[in-house]
């Protein structure tokens, strides 16, 4: 039986936040003790962890393959941590207190940073600059590679067929920072591609921040899991698409189960880093209404890549819970778990919490330059893709047919669609 969790009063901080700006912080704080927390692990099979940790592991003590201080951030929080800077530096290019950049492409931003953490070059207290890191992923050195020789996140990545989980453990900023959810779908594969240019990885990492998108917005799991089914089958044009169907089958799996018998025999990769399974246990994890510690201490019991797979359910569950999920031992022992110029995002203490003023150029939680769509307007995007897909699968015979079937108002969205970027034919209308 699972214990139940401990209680976590309400800090400070977490009191002069927002719920926003909570889930925004407690998902990248999430991931960030997943990974650190799964360091411990990486690499060991289900049978192995069991063996050593019959109730989990719960607290980070660090260790593992790499010998990790405990509570040192991977490359997984490492990565994540250079796509924040990215959107911090596109953020400040585009201040009006400061003259605009000649480079405004988040996706080439990132892959800066990225060369910079590769290199040694890189703001870490803890690291010496020149010091190289201790943990990268082949598919990543790859990619970094030709990016390196390219200088173009369009031209580089490590090939079709190599579909790892390296460019979806650290996508989550764009689901938090990009306020339009069509830029959410752009950025994501395009930052994906710098190290994975595998479809199933972009396409993995823009579902994945369409449901962080809605997360933070305050949405409801369920339905976040649901708008990204529907990201999956808008951008497969299909519902059986590899990723729509990774996303299907973590509604059909629970964690606690894994956790006790080790990932299901249509997991061939046994968690070991497949994108799509990465996904699926993901979902499966924000879709379990037990606490942010139980699920997160059971999805390293299923074994294999324990970090990253944590790390990745963790940008999920932050998102879902917000920062007071987090338990205080966990964020005491996090590398970036303060604020301050040594914290997480390397910016100064609290951001903002209104978002009707323009956002500080210095804000480490609150990159957004305009405000995101609404819940009920998500809501809308949502049942409209559904209504194209079903015309343009024949799902329904006519766009009266999908407004009827999908509680559309009959007399408006057409209109809709077509401001949506979609214009319906003469015969289906």
């Given at each position: 039986m699972d214990s139940p969790c401990p209680s976590n009063p309400t800090s400070q901080s977490e009191e002069s936040l927002s719920p926003r700006q909570s889930r925004v912080t407690g998902a990248l704080l999430a991931l960030h003790a997943g990974d650190s927390l799964g360091a411990t692990v990486e690499f060991r099979t289900h049978s192995q962890i069991r063996s050593r940790y019959p109730q989990g592991i719960r607290d980070i003590i660090g260790g593992g393959t790499f010998d990790w201080p405990a509570g040192h951030a991977t490359d997984d929080t490492d990565m994540t941590r250079a796509v924040v800077l990215a959107y911090k530096s596109l953020h400040d290019c585009k201040s009006e207190t400061q003259a605009l950049s000649d480079d405004t492409d988040v996706a080439r931003l990132a892959g800066e940073k990225f060369l910079a953490w590769l290199d040694g070059d890189w703001p870490d207290p803890d690291r010496k600059l020149g010091v190289l890191p201790k943990d990268i992923g082949n598919a990543t050195a790859r990619g970094l590679d030709k990016y390196r020789k390219s200088r173009d996140p369009d031209n580089a990545g490590a090939g079709h067929g190599s579909a790892g989980n390296g460019s979806l453990m650290r996508c989550l900023p764009t689901g938090l920072f990009q306020p339009d959810l069509e830029s959410i779908t752009t950025e994501s594969i395009r930052i994906s591609r710098i190290t994975h240019n595998d479809f199933r990885c972009t396409t993995a990492c823009a579902v994945y921040n369409h449901i962080v998108a809605a997360l933070i917005e305050g949405a409801s799991a369920d339905y976040a899991v649901r708008?990204?089914?529907?990201?999956?089958?808008?951008?497969?044009?299909?519902?059986?698409?590899?990723?729509?169907?990774?996303?299907?089958?973590?509604?059909?799996?629970?964690?606690?189960?894994?956790?006790?018998?080790?990932?299901?025999?249509?997991?061939?990769?046994?968690?070991?880093?497949y994108v799509l399974e990465s996904l699926t246990v993901a979902v499966a994890a924000v879709l379990d209404s037990r606490c942010l510690e139980d699920v997160i201490v059971d999805v390293i019991r299923i074994g294999r890549d324990t970090d990253?797979?944590?790390?990745?359910?963790?940008?999920?569950?932050?998102?879902?819970?917000?920062?007071?999920?987090?338990?205080?031992?966990?964020?005491?022992?996090?590398?970036f778990g303060g604020r301050g110029q040594t914290g997480y995002m390397a910016g100064p203490a609290t951001p903002p919490k209104s978002r009707t003023r323009p956002p500080n150029p210095t804000t480490t939680t609150n990159t957004i330059m305009v405000k995101r769509r609404s819940i009920k307007a998500q809501e809308r995007d949502f049942r409209l893709s559904e209504a194209i897909l079903g015309i343009q699968t024949g799902k329904y015979k006519s766009a009266n047919a999908a407004a009827i079937a999908l509680g559309l108002r009959p007399d408006t969205w057409i209109k809709d669609l077509t401001t949506s970027g979609y214009a319906p034919s003469h015969l289906q209308l």
């Open positions: 708008a990204g089914k529907a990201v999956a089958a808008r951008i497969e044009k299909r519902r059986d698409g590899e990723v729509y169907c990774a996303v299907q089958r973590g509604t059909e799996l629970r964690v606690v189960d894994m956790a006790k018998s080790g990932p299901p025999p249509d997991m061939k990769g046994n968690c070991g880093g990253t797979n944590a790390a990745i359910a963790g940008g999920l569950l932050g998102a879902r819970d917000g920062e007071a999920a987090i338990p205080k031992r966990w964020r005491e022992k996090l590398q």
